[in-house]
């Protein structure tokens, strides 16, 4: 099946710095990316849908300016938690939806972030 | 009322237990529903589609009742790998899939 990658897997940061988290489809084109968010125990809740080439939809209560996505290419999207605070460690995870099937979407392995 | 519920379990079985998940779902213009296995600390993997004939893949049958908004998945013969949390995923075309919150399931020796 098609491949997904994050990075980094796991990262620890200080409170008040910022977080880059690449999400890269490695074998197909993905015109549409999405950002998810998974809290111990929860379900996974969208954050965003990026769309290669315009401005991120976010879901209602997650902060654009805090979370900044850029997806510029059709094989690159970026999630950036600017000024992490404790209340951000959680488990991203990016999918992919390949263009080529209206349907199949590929998931990322996830980065766990854990803000000190 | 929540776009997707499950019953979060947990479930604990024994090897070669047959056992049954339900989920629901609020919206009715759905068009793609599908059920996820999560390994802890891991990211969603696709276990299988659901399609409204019903639909098996070896041990595990998933069945969808449109009219009553409901999603089934039945796994047969427990087995230890089964030990996962199964989550009930939605979607409508071109549209993030939206997940509930996961049933565990935990096979026992």
């Known amino acids: 099946g098609a491949v997904v990658s994050q990075h980094p897997s796991r990262v620890i940061c200080k409170s008040g710095t910022s977080v880059k988290i690449e999400c890269r489809s490695l074998?197909?084109?993905?015109?549409?990316m999405f950002w998810y968010r998974q809290f111990p125990k929860q379900s996974l809740m969208l954050m965003a849908t990026s769309n290669e080439g315009s401005k991120a939809t976010y879901e209602q209560g997650v902060e654009k300016d805090k979370f900044l996505i850029n997806h510029a290419s059709l094989t690159l999207s970026t999630l950036t938690v600017t000024s992490a605070h404790p209340e951000d460690s959680s488990f991203y995870i990016c999918?992919?939806?390949?263009?080529?099937?209206?349907?199949?979407?590929?998931f990322g392995p996830g980065t766990r972030l854990t803000v000190t | 009322r929540k776009e997707v519920e499950q019953d979060p379990g947990p479930f604990n079985v024994p090897e070669g237990a047959t056992v049954a998940f339900n989920c629901t779902y609020s919206n009715s213009a759905s068009q793609s529903f599908f059920w996820y296995r999560q390994d802890c600390r891991k990211e969603p993997k696709l276990l299988m589609s659901v399609y409204s004939s019903g639909n098996e893949d070896g041990r595990f049958t998933a069945q969808l009742n449109r009219a009553s908004q409901y999603i089934s998945l039945l796994i047969r013969d427990s087995k230890l790998s089964d030990s996962a949390t199964y989550l009930c995923?939605?979607?409508?075309?071109?549209?993030?899939?939206?997940f509930g919150k996961g049933t565990t399931l935990s096979v026992s020796s």
């Open positions: 999918s992919a939806e390949d263009w080529a099937s209206t349907y199949e979407q590929y």
């Open positions: 995923v939605v979607n409508q075309a071109g549209t993030a899939l939206i």
């Open positions: 074998d197909f084109q993905a015109t549409t």
